[in-house]
């Protein structure tokens, strides 16, 4: 979901600055030092770019723990755990946030977590745990991954905006939708395998060549397509395409950050039928330097603190069950009940050979 830094991330504060660098206090308190030990009193989060929390939730976690969190952010997550995966054994940092469960299987098939049980899984529902027999991974965030349209573009020219992914086909969308590499970006991939979902493993690629002749443009992240292309961000009203990949979460994110307050809709809507339902996980890296301080954040990333902190921030759903949404974020936001769907096995299979496959599809 990001899905700004987030849309996930916060569309960024106006939609669009990564968050490059940790804060926090320095952990130098009597506390600090028994909880840190002889170790680091620094832990390193390793994350997408579009990551993003309040200054207060992580100067609460120093004040609480005495370890002081640098965020390493860098490119989409598809990109990220490709790097985590090269640098196994050797991690960039201690804890891995924004894999997701279309990636799931491959980052747990590298091996580059070391299995650890955080505090706060009973608030979780199973559903959102795959991995909760081994606890390689932890569960943090939901949302779901969908075709955003641009309300006044739709509105100009008295057209019908999408709502399913067989519309996207059609004349009357030709050179309107900007979609992202499923190879760079969680996602493009999530959007890939609602194709695979929707139409079979026999027919996905039909589909993808019909888009292509209806003028679909690639990019290779969701900062460039939704803040360079995207008509309706607030960060990039000079966008030349209407419709994007992004998050049902998105509209919420634009009335935050908008100048209307309290407008009677959004400025952008999504087309529930284009859906796909994203997790994503935090793990602690095998070979952290810091594996005292990382478990004691993924205990964190599971308060309430932080949960209720990621709407706000990063504008997908929190996954404890207790945690409160801001009215914001439900006035506004969309969910389809029936968002397209591929079995995690299944992605597990095809996954590298559907993207190899779109890849040469759509040179």
């Known amino acids: 979901m990001t899905r700004t830094t987030t849309l996930r991330g916060l569309l960024t504060a106006a939609l669009g600055t990564a968050l490059l660098a940790g804060c926090g206090g320095s952990g130098?308190?009597?506390?600090?030092?028994?909880?840190?030990?002889?170790?680091?009193?620094?832990?390193?989060?390793v994350t997408h770019q579009s990551f993003l929390v309040s200054d207060d939730v992580l100067e609460q976690f120093t004040e609480e723990t005495g370890y002081r969190v640098e965020v390493l952010g860098s490119a989409d997550a598809g990109v990220v755990v490709?790097?985590?995966?090269?640098?196994?054994?050797?991690?960039?940092?201690?804890?891995?946030?924004?894999?997701?469960?279309?990636?799931?299987?491959?980052?747990?098939?590298?091996?580059?977590?070391?299995?650890?049980?955080?505090?706060?899984?009973?608030?979780?529902?199973?559903?959102?745990?795959?991995d909760s027999g081994q606890h390689r991974v932890t569960p943090v965030d939901t949302g779901q991954?969908?075709?955003?349209?641009?309300?006044?573009?739709?509105?100009?020219?008295?057209?019908?905006?999408?709502?399913?992914?067989?519309?996207?086909?059609?004349?009357?969308?030709?050179?309107?939708?900007?979609v992202q590499n499923p190879a760079?970006?969680?996602?493009?991939?999530?959007?890939?395998?609602?194709?695979?979902?929707?139409?079979?493993?026999?027919?996905?690629?039909?589909?993808?060549?019909?888009?292509?002749?209806?003028?679909?443009?690639?990019?290779e992240g969701w900062e460039q397509a939704y803040n360079d292309h995207f008509s309706g961000s607030a960060a990039g009203r000079d966008g030349d395409r209407p419709l994007v990949v992004s998050y049902a979460s998105s509209p919420p994110a634009e009335v935050y950050y908008g100048t209307e307050k309290n407008p009677g809709q959004a400025p952008t809507g999504v087309a529930t039928g284009t859906c796909f339902q994203q997790t994503e996980f935090a793990g602690l890296l095998d070979g952290a330097a810091n594996p005292?301080?990382?478990?004691?954040?993924?205990?964190?990333?599971?308060?309430?603190t932080f949960q209720e902190d990621i709407p706000l921030s990063m504008f997908v759903h929190p996954v404890r069950e207790d945690a409160e949404l801001p009215e914001v974020f439900t006035r506004y936001g969309a969910e389809s009940k029936d968002p397209h769907q591929v079995a995690p096995e299944k992605i597990d299979a095809g996954r590298e050979q559907w993207i190899e496959q779109w890849s040469s599809l759509m040179r």
């Open 292 to 304: 005292e301080g990382g478990k004691a954040l993924l205990d964190f990333l599971l308060s309430r």
């Open 184 to 219: 760079t970006s969680s996602p493009g991939l999530a959007f890939l395998l609602a194709t695979v979902g929707a139409f079979g493993e026999s027919g996905w690629q039909d589909y993808w060549k019909d888009l292509k002749a209806n003028g679909v443009l690639q990019a």
């Open 82 to 130: 490709n790097k985590a995966i090269l640098s196994a054994g050797n991690p960039e940092g201690d804890v891995l946030f924004g894999v997701d469960n279309t990636m799931l299987s491959k980052a747990l098939d590298a091996g580059i977590f070391t299995p650890y049980e955080a505090k706060g899984l009973d608030r979780v529902p199973q559903d959102v745990q795959p």
């Open 28 to 45: 130098d308190g009597e506390d600090g030092g028994d909880a840190a030990g002889p170790e680091s009193k620094t832990v390193t989060l």
């Open 145 to 178: 991954v969908c075709v955003n349209y641009d309300r006044a573009y739709f509105e100009d020219q008295g057209v019908e905006p999408p709502r399913t992914l067989e519309d996207l086909t059609e004349p009357r969308y030709k050179d309107l939708l900007v």
